[in-house]
């Protein structure tokens, strides 16, 4: 079964021998996948990477918990054809069943206004409590524990530039050191592991997760935000609970799967099989981003009929 339908505006791209072959192989069935901080819209957004994986799964309900369109720094004039397929492919799973869930985060807090909108399987919230096996999860972004998202919107937004300048950089500095066959780094990461006051930040927002998830009776406690992926137990004089945080798709290239009544933190880096998928060279095909968006909205109005 081909990836795409055949009304998609890359028909002519879905008829590849080496494409259907793609199709063919068997996906990873999950009850739940939760995806947080992907950024479409910046240059440190792994778009290709995304929808690599996105390939390999078949699952039941998408969490895209944060972050997932960065609308701080949307600019017209940078948004590449691989961020609007992300988007096609992810509304594309709606009409095979799947559940979306778009709870908003900061970068994308225009959103808000839209919590509680339903179409069909698809829907907009701040939070949401889920039920699995039996054990109750919270699931929500994250930047309300954030200080500097509080009081100083203004320096997060500044933050956020900076760290996506970083990134570019990081980008040039890992072309680099590639051509002379060396390993590639983490800015980012070196400079949030050398600086206390980062690790602090870190440590207290999972410690406030747990705190207020323990309080209210959950038994997990989901988020995003902070770009640290993690599932650890949090344990308090009054209970412990498991605090899981998905990570993001800018450095570390991560999400959380829960299946089986078990979750696990998913590593691109790690996954040889969506490393090795071949995406079509549709960038070779003059598309616009207007042809891709009309297909789009009648994808979302056959879901609806």
Known sequence: ?????????????????QFLAMGKKRKRDLELVV??????????CRSEELLRYLKTIKPKKIILNGDVIDMWQFSKRYWPQSHMQVIKHITGLLAKNTKIIYLTG????????????RLGSFQIDNKVVLKLDGK???????????????????LAKLGAVGYDILISINTIVNWCLTRFGREKISLSKRVKHSVKSAVKFINDFEKTAGDIAIENGYQYVVCGHIHHPEIKTIQTERGEVT?????????NLTALEYNEGEWRIYRYLEDTVARD?????????????DEIFRDLVNEFLTIKK
């Open 35 to 44: 995806i947080s901080d992907v950024h479409l819209g910046t240059y440190g």
């Open 106 to 117: 900061n970068h994308d807090e225009m959103l808000r206004k839209f919590a509680g909108f």
């Open 243 to 251: 605090y899981l945080n998905s990570g993001d798709w800018v450095e």
């Open 277 to 289: 998928l071949k995406l079509p060279k549709r960038f070779d095909i003059k598309l616009d981003n």
């Open 136 to 154: 109750q999860a919270w699931i929500f972004h994250g930047d309300v524990f954030d200080v500097t998202m509080q009081y100083s919107k203004w």
């Open 1 to 17: 079964m081909p990836l795409y339908n055949h009304s998609c505006v890359f028909s002519d791209v879905c008829e590849n021998p």
